[in-house]
């Protein structure tokens, strides 16, 4: 019975993790702002000994959401100004310790062949569905991880931007793959777009 009822709930929780891993993305802006007065941008220095240096928050993890972001910026025609930019950029990564409640079903034969497995048809001996006669609940562990990216106004110092990206993370590996795929879709929601390429005469 425990080994059936743990198949069940091994699937579902596969399911739900899976299901997670799709990035939810938003933005918010100023709109008072016009976006196409801006040219350049710079990345907010951070001190190195802020860095916990975990598997999620470290210079390796920082290198590589500043080449996607400074990437996506620059398809829409800025440049990097060290020294006089329009824009100040910073990032924020935050994970999350969260559990998920799952319910799964227990259901009874009623020709005592007991409780088993409404997912393995190979072992159910009939067609016609059996009764629910309770749920086991299980609370899944997981992590969320939401990743902000602000940008703000150099001369006014005024946030005229934000977007962000939440979804399930497992590992550094598996976060860093899904990078770019991310802010790709955050940045679809930022006011000025991809500036086609030129084609060659």
């Known amino acids: 019975m425990k080994t059936l009822y743990y198949s069940v709930l091994f699937f579902l929780s596969g399911l739900f993790l899976s299901g997670c891993a799709t990035v939810l993305t938003g933005s918010d802006k100023d709109n008072t702002v016009n976006f196409f007065q801006y040219k350049s941008f710079a990345w907010y220095a951070r001190d190195p000994s802020s860095f916990k240096n975990d598997q999620f928050d470290n210079?390796?993890?920082e290198s590589n959401v500043k080449n996607l972001v400074s990437g996506e910026l620059k398809r829409r025609g800025f440049t990097v100004d060290?020294?006089?930019?329009?824009?100040?950029?910073?990032?924020d990564l935050m994970i999350?310790?969260?559990?998920?409640?799952?319910?799964?079903?227990?259901?009874?034969?009623?020709?005592?062949?007991?409780?088993?497995n409404p997912y393995r048809p190979d072992i159910r001996p009939y067609a016609y569905p059996s009764p629910i006669i309770s749920y086991q609940t299980e609370n899944i562990p997981y992590k969320e991880g939401t990743l902000t990216?602000?940008?703000?106004?150099?001369?006014?110092?005024?946030?005229?931007?934000?977007?962000?990206?939440v979804g399930t993370v497992s590992d550094a590996q598996t976060y860093e793959s899904e990078l770019p795929k991310a802010i790709h879709e955050i940045f679809k929601a930022f006011p000025v777009h991809v500036v086609p390429a030129q084609s060659a005469p």
């Not at 999350?96 to 088993?116: A, C, D």
């Open 149 to 165: 990216i602000s940008i703000v106004d150099k001369k006014t110092n005024r946030l005229i931007w934000r977007g962000w990206g």
């Open 59 to 61: 210079q390796i993890i």
């Open 96 to 116: 999350e310790k969260k559990t998920e409640q799952v319910q799964t079903p227990i259901y009874y034969h009623p020709y005592n062949y007991g409780f088993y």
């Open 82 to 91: 060290l020294d006089e930019p329009d824009l100040l950029i910073n990032y």
